[in-house]
């Protein structure tokens, strides 16, 4: 089991940019694929970006790709999403996820969830 716990929201002007951090407790953090996801207001939650275990593999949505970077640092047991560019359609809470099994773009291919930390671009 993993805990998560995500930081580094905030309200930013459009073109910006932020870090995300989402920390994991536990010595299985590199055991985890890891995902980030976002939900605006009145709408469902979205696949972001997702990285495999060892860093090795990443994919993005395409609403995102080339202004979003996921990576992870095993040694420190978090997750991160740098977003650059960012637009007021990127507002959102953004969660990230864990799973042992699975790799996918959905959400529900994830077991573990944190509380979620809120963006917020304004124009």
């Known amino acids: 089991q993993v805990q998560l716990v995500e930081s580094g929201g905030g309200l930013v002007q459009a073109g910006d940019s932020l870090r995300l951090s989402c920390a994991a407790s536990?010595?299985?953090?590199?055991?985890?694929?890891m995902g980030w996801f976002r939900q605006a207001p009145g709408k469902e939650r979205e696949f972001v970006a997702r990285?495999?275990?060892?860093?090795?593999?990443?994919s993005y949505a395409d609403s995102v790709k080339g202004r979003f970077t996921i990576s992870r640092d095993n040694a420190k047991n978090t997750l991160y999403l740098q977003m650059n560019s960012l637009k007021p359609e990127d507002t959102a809470v953004y969660s990230c996820g864990a799973t042992k099994l699975r790799y996918g773009t959905n959400w529900l291919d994830y077991d573990y969830w944190g509380q979620g930390t809120e963006v917020t671009v304004s124009s």
């Open positions: 536990g010595r299985t953090f590199s055991s985890y694929n």
């Open positions: 990285i495999s275990w060892s860093g090795s593999s990443t």
